[in-house]
């Protein structure tokens, strides 16, 4: 769970600090430790900076900042702690007391977190051939955000599936608001549309919120009060939309949506598919595909158990799960585009990961993740197509 600024932050990060027994059972699970093999680029490291900087045993500096900056936030550390740190809340409080990263890709992020925007840039990108000239450019050169930005632009998105509508059932179970997102609602589309058929087919009516940022990037940047405006408008749309849980298709808005809606039922479909699985029934499929679990579906939605079990009910369908925690994909929010170089670095065991397990089609719910390997993939010259797990289902759904 995400929170926002405490009244007075160093108090409650030194508290929160102080749960740590540094007993290091979170570094085998870390994938900045298993990247650096350093101590300050453990949990353990991280939370021990954190503590001197809220006391005032030390100064902010840049070598001190570095590593609370490569933190992916992936939370595999916070789900194997057996002294219940609640790192989370920890590292945005210890971002926002810092405040916004000088490395931050400011400009990057405000166009990624308006989708009317973003959706022209791409096509612009695309019928302007801009993969060719830009990286040219200075701010588009090998190892920059500018690069990493662009080379996600330049992917193909998911092919426009084949996807039934599903009716609107004359008697709902529930009434579903579907939270689009930023940049989920211009890449991911297909899966808002499959989510929609999918849930509409377990007798849920469903009700789509307006697309915006819900305040992820900021919180995880240090940017608090950018992050508290987010939530405020969350609020307002959640309110409007008059329903009783409320979903995204993508894990990485969860914890923060669950932060602005205390006491609200919010999660991705799979769970409440999952629980109305005997209304759902799938056509075959002769494939053998890999399912990418993104560290948020496992650490912040919980939601793995779920999405397998619905994927089993195809007929003929192989599911090959990509190896669990340490890895992660390095696409982590704006990790991606503010430090490329590492999140490469952190992808290539991943990739390694999915070629051995020799799939036709590569599975994952988080946007971020999916075009980090996707472009990973296209790097390696590797056709492997990859696709939102609810937009395979959706095309295989039976009315
Ligand atoms: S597992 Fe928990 S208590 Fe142990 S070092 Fe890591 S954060 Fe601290
Ligand atoms: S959130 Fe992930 S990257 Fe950050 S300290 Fe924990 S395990 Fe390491």
């Not at 405490?6 to 059972?25: M, N, S, T, Y």
């Not at 005997?278 to 793995?304: G, I, K």
């Not at 397998?308 to 669990?324: G, H, I, S, T």
């Not at 999915?354 to 990973?376: E, F, K, P, W």
Request: contains cysteine; aromatic residues 4%; glycine residues 8%.
């Amino acid at each position: 769970m995400i929170a926002m600024p405490f009244e007075k932050p160093q108090h409650r990060i030194a508290v929160l600090a102080d749960q740590c027994v540094q007993c290091g059972l979170c570094l085998p699970v870390c994938p900045t430790y298993g990247l650096d093999g350093n101590e300050a680029e453990s949990p353990r490291g991280r939370i021990a900076i954190a503590a001197a900087l809220a006391r005032g045993q030390v100064a902010p500096s840049p070598a001190l900042r570095e590593p609370l900056d490569h933190c992916l936030g992936c939370l595999n550390c916070q789900r194997v702690c057996p002294a219940g740190v609640q790192y989370e809340e920890l590292l945005v409080e210890t971002r926002a007391l810092l405040g916004p990263a000088p490395s931050r890709p400011g400009w990057l992020l405000a166009l990624v977190k308006r989708p009317a925007l973003s959706r022209w840039l791409r096509r612009l990108a695309r019928w302007t051939g801009a993969t060719y000239w830009l990286p040219a450019l200075p701010g588009f050169r090998a190892g920059s955000a500018g690069r990493a930005a662009l080379s996600l632009l330049a992917l193909k998105g998911e092919e426009r599936a084949a996807t039934r509508e599903a009716p609107t059932p004359a008697q709902p179970m529930a009434t579903v608001a579907l939270f689009p997102g930023c940049a989920a609602s211009v890449q991911d589309a297909e899966a808002e549309r499959a989510a929609q058929t999918l849930l509409g087919a377990a007798g849920f009516r469903v009700v789509r919120m307006p697309a915006f940022c819900c305040g992820a990037l900021d919180a995880h940047d240090g940017d608090a009060a950018g992050a508290a405006a987010s939530a405020a408008r969350v609020q307002q749309a959640w309110r409007a939309a008059g329903a009783d849980h409320l979903v995204t298709v993508t894990p990485g808005c969860l914890g923060t949506l669950r932060h602005a809606l205390p006491g609200v039922r919010v999660d991705d479909p799979y769970g409440l598919l999952a629980e109305h699985i005997e209304r759902l029934r799938f056509r075959p499929l002769a494939l053998r595909v890999a399912v990418h679990v993104p560290c948020t579906q496992s650490n912040v939605a919980r939601s793995d158990a779920a999405l397998m079990k619905l994927l089993q009910r195809v007929p003929e369908l192989n599911v090959q799960r990509v190896p669990a925690p340490p890895y992660c994909c390095g696409a982590a929010g704006s990790h991606v585009l503010q430090f490329p170089a590492r999140a490469s670095l952190l992808r290539e065991d991943m990739l390694s990961s999915i070629h051995t397990l020799d799939v036709q089609r590569l599975l994952s719910s988080n946007i971020g993740c999916r075009l980090h390997l996707a472009a990973g993939l296209a790097g390696q010259a590797s056709t492997l197509p990859t696709m939102h797990p609810l937009t395979l289902l959706a095309q295989q759904w039976e009315p």
